[in-house]
């Protein structure tokens, strides 16, 4: 299970991607900007491969407010998605 704080803080990304995995998930997140403004594009993806490594048909994308409430709804995405990869 991913919790907000696992995330790190929202400072963090404003400067860096993260990545991450919960058993057989990966999870990458970064700083995206969109019509000028900032938001958190995660991915979610299957073990055992690195980000660059997967295919972009085995990644799935959400966007999210760039904000500590952005991270806590990311959290609950991932969560979710988990399932997929069980």
């Known amino acids: 299970m991913v919790k ?6 929202i400072n963090y990304y404003k400067k860096e991607p993260f990545s991450g995995s919960d058993t057989s998930m990966r999870y990458y997140i970064r700083k995206k900007t ?14 055992p491969y690195s980000f ?8 799935v994308s959400k966007e999210f407010a760039f904000s500590n409430d952005g991270l806590a709804q990311l959290a609950d995405w991932l969560n979710e998605m988990h399932v997929n990869y069980e």
């Open 34 to 47: 969109v019509e000028e403004e900032d938001v958190l594009e995660a991915f979610v993806y299957p073990q």
């Open 4 to 9: 907000p704080e696992d995330l790190l803080n």
């Open 52 to 59: 660059e490594a997967t295919p972009d048909e085995e990644k």
